[in-house]
Nanobody, 113 residues
């Protein structure tokens, strides 16, 4: 069983930054990929960033160059640093444990223009 707890969302002005955290329970955290998704109102949930157990990363085009995913295996935590935020980044953000059905509860990020 895995539990994911997210934090760090909120309201920010366009051009600002936010850092999301996702703390995980479970003994296999360090070997599993972790991912961040987001879902805007009325839209599907999209993958935006993924980090493998050995630190390899990939990003969706809309966030490439602005967002950075990282992990601290000792703390069993994955982060999403979001810079130069735009109004279109407004969404609920979710972390996911690999490709499993273990998801965080979601954190709302709102970017005001």
């Amino acid at each position: 069983q895995v539990r994911l707890v997210e934090s760090g969302g909120g309201l920010v002005q366009a051009g600002g930054s936010l850092r999301l955290s996702c703390a995980a329970s479970g003994s296999m955290f360090s070997v599993n990929a972790m991912a961040w998704y987001r879902q805007a109102p009325g839209k599907q949930r999209d993958l935006i960033a993924i980090i493998t157990g050995d630190g390899g990363t990939k990003y969706a085009d809309p966030v490439k160059g602005r967002f950075t995913i990282s992990r601290d295996n000792a703390k069993k935590t994955v982060y999403l640093q979001m810079n130069d935020l735009k109004s279109e980044d407004t969404a609920a953000y979710y972390c996911r444990y690999g490709t499993t059905n273990f998801w965080g509860q979601g954190t709302q990020d709102t970017v005001s223009s």
